[in-house]
């Protein structure tokens, strides 16, 4: 066989569904040709080759690279001092009045330049991939203006032309009231569900659209409207739903065929059942959890109940879950909410790639895009266990080596 790569001595995670816990070849090699899948199995079924270039693992883990499904990584400054506030005991309604809040960093994303964006987003991104990410959903909302949320959805697709890594942009278009619409409600949604959506998707910007549906943000009747104009531009939909209260948004991302519906904290069993019946994917946020001091975690064994598959991410934000660490939000994911490591892992490959729409990676297999992660761990269920251990070794992205370890391909002593 004329393949690109090979690789051999190693453990494949392949997280496809199967009998074996996830989806697992022990001792196993996997071939690569024009960055695809080719071949895998285990070592004793490998056929003839001429494989140009050879790679001995040395009984490494390797698994699809992790997909983040859920981030909003581009957006101007931070709000770390509004996070030394609340240890101080300060209210978020204080925080707001005197201007913190999302008002702070849509202001602050308002006033940065592109150039500023792509650097500070391309810095947190570094971290993603320090923890195995070769895909990621990148939100606007941050900008609650056509011009605002132009830059930041450009900033994403400038960031997704590099080799290294995929980007799915998310329009997340009633995320906020911003100020200058704070006494016309009506207006803002009529405009964001007309002319900015339009032009937005007719610049190509837009892979998906997406809003806040709580009584904090958008009621149901809003985002409906906003979702039947996404869909008469054929474009898929998800949704911040049940975060703070079962506003009925997880039925609603259902009832519109939604891709996902995330965070879900408060759904209720009619939610489940609908998005169960659906196929739409929870996308469970621990970060923002954790973060945010909550008690309520999402209803998980009521998910599996009806069916609704289980996906993880970090929900990288500047106000709610500064976490770049997708190792560490899949140990919130097994302690804070209860799935099993197998659960957390395929969440982060398999089911993030179906709360994306995306059909040509999340797990090993022939023909599946060779996004790669090799891992210096025992067992897969290592990466949900440690915390601040880098266990990365090599990273590869349509079959190319992206990232790499000092000592990734040395034997062990």
């Keep these: ?35 695809r899948i080719a071949w895998l199995g285990p070592m004793a079924s490998l056929p003839h080759h001429d494989a140009r270039e050879v790679i001995e693992l040395h009984g490494s883990w390797v698994t699809p690279g992790l997909i983040d499904c859920h981030t909003h990584l581009v957006f101007g400054g931070n ?37 500023e964006l792509v650097a500070t987003a ?47 942009t998310s329009l997340l278009a009633l995320h906020a009231l911003p100020p200058e619409f704070a006494d016309d409600r009506r207006g803002y949604v009529d405009l964001v569900c007309g002319p900015v959506l339009t032009e937005l998707a007719r610049e190509h910007l837009v892979d998906a659209v997406d809003a806040f549906c709580e009584g904090i943000a958008f009621s149901p009747a809003e985002v ?21 209260s079962d506003s009925g948004g997880a039925a609603l991302a259902a009832k519109f065929g939604g891709l996902s519906a995330d965070h879900l904290e408060y759904t209720g069993e009619s939610g489940a059942r609908a998005m169960g019946l659906a196929g739409t994917v929870a996308v469970l946020l621990p970060g923002a959890f954790y973060l945010l001091r909550e008690t309520r975690p999402p209803p998980v064994q009521l998910f599996r109940d009806h069916g609704v598959p289980l996906a993880v991410a970090t929900d990288a934000n500047p106000g709610t879950s500064p976490l770049l660490s997708p190792l560490l939000a899949l140990n919130m994911a097994c302690v804070l909410f209860g799935l099993t490591a197998e659960e957390a892992l395929a969440g982060m490959t398999r089911v993030a790639a179906r709360a994306l729409g995306l059909a040509d990676r999340g797990t090993l297999a022939i ?47």
């Design 1 to 35: 066989m004329g393949w690109d790569r090979l690789l051999v001595g190693a453990h494949l995670a392949t997280m496809s569904p199967a009998s074996q816990p996830y989806g697992a070849i022990r001792d196993g090699a996997l071939a690569i040709q024009g960055g």
């Design 79 to 115: 709000r770390a001092a509004e996070f030394e506030l609340r240890l101080e005991g300060v209210a978020y309604e204080e925080i707001a009045r005197r201007g913190g809040g999302i008002r702070a960093t849509v202001a602050a994303t308002r006033a940065a330049g592109e150039a």
């Design 122 to 168: 391309e810095r947190r991104l570094a971290s993603l991939q320090a923890g195995g990410v070769t895909t990621v959903e990148i939100k606007s909302g941050y900008g609650l203006d056509l011009d605002s949320e132009r830059r930041m959805l450009r900033v994403a697709r400038r960031i997704g032309i590099r080799p290294d890594l995929d980007v799915v």
């Design 224 to 244: 409906a409207q906003l979702f039947t104009a996404a869909r008469a531009l054929k474009l898929p939909v998800k949704l911040h739903a049940d975060q703070l």
């Design 367 to 413: 023909d599946a895009r060779a996004d790669l992660a090799v891992w210096d761990i025992g067992e897969p269920a290592e990466l949900c266990y440690w915390l601040g251990l880098e266990p990365l070794q090599l990273l590869m992205k349509d079959g190319r080596t992206i990232r790499t370890r000092a000592t990734a391909l040395q034997p062990p002593p």
